[in-house]
């Protein structure tokens, strides 16, 4: 049976990856929650689990989509990545992104 998340309300959007959810509010922000390992939360950690929903440090989402350890984020029109690193999945080769950070093409 669904259960209610706590701290989780006015959602318009949400997605899973490997072990951590992203979901967008309304107002245009993003809880996340689950896996923490290379920065999936997107608040500036890593390792571990955040068990409660966090706020990830961007505003003004307007979408958001998690693939594998990794998550991906439109706002103001562009386009952010956090998460895991390696494979250059991130436009980053073996470097972890811990909060949201703009994605610019070499």
Known sequence: MPIAVPGVTNTKAVSAGTGTVAVLL?????????????????IGTFGGYQ???????LAGVEGVFMAGSRCFAIAGGQLYVWGFG????????????YVP???VTP
Request: aromatic fraction near 8%; avoid cysteine; charge should be positive.
């Open 51 to 57: 068990m409660k929903p966090v706020k990830a440090k």
């Open 101 to 103: 950070t703009l994605f």
């Open 26 to 42: 309304k107002d245009g922000t993003l809880r996340t929650w689950g896996h923490d390992g290379w920065g999936n939360a997107g």
């Open 86 to 97: 390696h494979s250059r999945m991130l436009g980053v080769m073996n470097k972890h992104l």
